[in-house]
């Protein structure tokens, strides 16, 4: 299977590196990229690179790794020469109505939402078949976005704002999170490297402990919160100053935007 990738950034070349990593060969990926530098770095993986889509080989999958705002610009045209392959976009915030529109009607097309930890093959990634896909179509997707983490079919599209602002935006929130817990670390007098540790180290180990454990957060949540202890009184402080409101927030923001940059790129 032939796979072209549009775009040569970073989410494209975590996937590119994990399509290697599990056996795929580098000769059966092509990346068009009009950035001589981000061609010149995918080149040391084996692939083949290209600058415009006037050179583009046939393929049988195309991978839409551009910004949103340049993607309508970046696919004019493209698909006078690949009338039948799958179409996957990583592009946040373009619709598949309005994907397939700015590809001639092409009715191949798949809607996907991975997240920064891709790059490391942690990621979660978001994803939505409209008509016209095949169940054959939905498996390769999975085989390709499945080599950086776990994949989530959305039986809705709208569902893929609610993924968007949940695990799309969700590391800056962890990031977010860490920054401020390290700081107070070192308000309370700990050195930088120490407060760092142990608050990525925190994070790291209940992140695995959730994810292994048969029990719910809310249950490890009570494990380690002992009667009129710290922690309690931690978490009193936290409900006192509507930490979940504040959140709930935050994430209800982000979806609106991811609705409205949407709304915005309909046609």
Not at 223 to 228: D, E, G, L, Q
Request: proline share 2%; with cysteine.
């Amino acid at each position: 299977m032939q796979i072209t990738f549009l775009g040569g950034g970073n989410m494209s070349t975590s996937i590119i590196k994990g399509l290697i990593s599990n056996g795929t060969s580098p000769e059966k990926i092509q990346v068009i990229d009009i950035n001589k530098v981000a061609r010149d770095s995918l080149l040391e993986l084996g692939v083949s690179t290209i600058s415009s889509l006037d050179d583009m080989q046939k393929t049988d999958v195309i991978v839409l790794g551009v910004k949103p705002h340049h993607l309508q610009e970046a696919v004019a045209g493209m698909m006078k020469k690949q009338s039948n392959c799958l179409v996957i976009s990583v592009a946040a915030g373009i619709r598949t109505g309005t994907l397939k529109k700015w590809l001639s009607n092409h009715k191949r097309v798949i809607r996907a939402m991975p997240n920064l930890p891709s790059s490391i093959g942690l990621g979660v990634t978001g994803l939505y078949a409209g008509q016209g896909i095949s169940s054959d179509d939905r498996t390769v997707a999975e085989n390709i976005l499945g080599v950086v983490g776990q994949n989530y079919w959305m039986i809705e599209e709208s569902m893929l704002e609610a993924v968007t602002a949940l695990s799309g935006s969700g590391p800056a929130y962890i990031f977010y999170l860490i920054e401020k817990m390290e700081k107070v670390g070192m308000e309370m007098g700990l050195d930088e490297k120490t407060s760092r540790s142990l608050t990525i180290g925190t994070f790291l180990g209940s992140s695995k402990l959730a994810a292994d454990s048969e029990e719910l957060p809310q249950a490890l949540r009570k494990k380690v919160t002992s009667k009129a202890g710290t922690t309690e009184k931690a978490l009193i402080e936290f409900e006192q100053r509507q930490l979940e409101t504040v959140i709930k927030s935050g994430i209800l923001a982000a979806k609106k935007r991811a609705e409205e940059i949407g709304d915005n790129n309909d046609v």
